[in-house]
């Protein structure tokens, strides 16, 4: 087994994907993510995208899950969704355990975008941040990343600030380019699969966004 399986058994492949953001996802024309490897903000909507489907996609691999187009029709109007199959547990990160966990077995309940839904849990001003953190913590936990205290008030508002290990992160570069390289893969063997999970992925973290329900 390489080093780059064993490193993708404890992280999710999505770990991978925010560390090194820039390879996934365009920079920020407005607002942005920072990812630990770039000098610049990644565009937050296609980086946190890319984060799940790359979950999936590790998970397809692996052989835990089976992905395929299913289509419902409704009078005249027919949709296409991705149905997401569990087949087994595998040894994964915390995201992709989270993804098999959601997994009913009811292909009504089981499209990848009702299960990023559930795994969201709830509405937020910023689905997109919430997805990525869940890399952030992934990688502090395993030492990418450390933690450093700010100011007492600071400290109290914002909690330890997280900083990126460069030499550890550096290790994760071979690990990177090996899921952009199984990703453009799915995507030649599957284009109609990548592309409706792409599009499910990022339509369930856009419907999560809360919505101002104030009036005037």
């Known amino acids: 087994m390489s080093n780059t399986q064993t490193v993708l058994q404890t992280l999710d492949w999505g770990d991978a994907v925010f560390a090194y953001g820039q390879l996934f996802a365009s920079e920020a024309k407005l607002l942005g993510l920072e990812v630990p490897t770039h000098s610049v903000k990644i565009n937050r909507d296609q980086l946190a995208q890319m984060v799940l489907v ?30 997401v199959k569990k087949l087994k547990d595998v040894m994964a990160g915390p995201v992709s355990q989270a993804i098999l966990k959601q997994i009913t077995g009811d292909p009504k309940k ?7 839904y559930r795994l969201l849990g709830r509405d937020s001003v ?19 990343y450390h933690e450093e205290q700010r100011g007492k008030i600071a400290q109290v508002v914002a909690g330890s600030k997280k900083l990126p290990n460069r030499e550890q992160l550096a290790t994760l570069e071979a690990s990177a380019h090996h899921v952009a390289s199984a990703l453009k893969d799915f995507e030649m063997k599957s284009p109609a699969i990548y592309k409706r999970l792409k599009d499910d992925v990022l339509a369930a973290l856009r419907s999560r966004v809360e919505q101002d329900r104030s009036t005037d």
């Open 54 to 83: 790359a979950d999936f996609v590790g998970l397809q691999q692996a052989g835990a899950i089976d992905l395929s187009i299913s289509t419902s029709k409704l009078l005249f109007i027919s949709t296409e969704t991705v149905l």
């Open 126 to 144: 910023d689905p997109y941040s919430v997805a990525a953190n869940w890399s952030v913590q992934s990688l502090l936990k395993n030492g990418y």
């Open 110 to 116: 089981d499209s990848a975008k009702n299960i990023v």
